[in-house]
Structures are given as C-alpha cells and as structure tokens.
C-alpha cells in the first residue's frame, strides 16, 4: 500500500503564494505518475495538474495553467505544485494522487492512490 501524504497547505490572500508539497512512503511509487486534484465547497474533485514519473512531462489544468507549476523531487518520491497569484476561486482541499501509468490528464475515478488532502484558503 502507498501512503501519500500532503503539506504546506494554509491561508493567503489574493495574490500570494503557496507550495504544496506531497510525499510517498510504503510501497514504491516507482514508475507512477503523481497528480494534483482539488475540491472546493460544493463542488466536485476536479485535476489541476500531474507529472509523469522521470519528471520529464507534465500537464497543467487550463484554468491554473500560467499560475501552477508541478515538479518532482531528485527522490522521485516526493512532488510539487508552486501555485502563483492566487485567486479565493482556488480555495480548496488539495489531494496528491498516484497513478502506475502516465497519461498526462487524469479524471478522479482514474487514480490508485490518494493522500487526505490539504486545504488551502484564499481571501479577497
């Protein structure tokens, strides 16, 4: 079983910053490919963004695209999302997801493993 766990979640204002990082222990994730979903309020799981396992490709939701970036660590364990100029429209809770193959775009029915989400506030 892999356990992934996610932090640096918190409050911001409009504008700010925040990087979130999610780490992967137990089983091995070699090969997967991470990702990113978010849930605001009401509203559904949605993918934000994911990266496959080397790190060498990547794909970015379009409505954070220019905002968001998602990397991987030398361990190939942990990623990133570094995400600019927030918006109170991207308050959410943030699930890290594993997937075994790389497919650039993942729907949430998609993913075999999910971390407890960490949530992030943006205030106007």
């Known amino acids: 079983q892999v356990q992934l766990v996610e932090s640096g979640g918190g409050s911001v204002q409009a504008g700010g910053s925040l990087r979130l990082s999610c780490t992967a222990s137990?089983?091995?994730?070699?090969?997967?490919?991470m990702g990113w979903f978010r849930q605001g309020i009401g509203k559904e799981r949605e993918f934000v963004a994911a990266i496959s396992w080397s790190g060498g490709s990547s794909y970015v939701d379009d409505s954070v695209k220019g905002r968001f970036t998602i990397s991987r660590g030398s361990s190939k364990d942990t990623v990133y999302l570094k995400m600019n100029s927030l918006k109170p429209e991207d308050t959410a809770v943030y699930y890290c997801?594993?997937?075994?193959?790389?497919?650039?775009?993942?729907?949430?029915?998609?993913?075999?493993?999910w971390g407890k989400g960490t949530l992030v506030s943006v205030s106007s």
């Open positions: 137990g089983r091995t994730v070699s090969g997967y490919a």
């Open positions: 997801a594993a997937h075994r193959i790389w497919r650039g775009r993942y729907g949430p029915d998609d993913m075999d493993y």
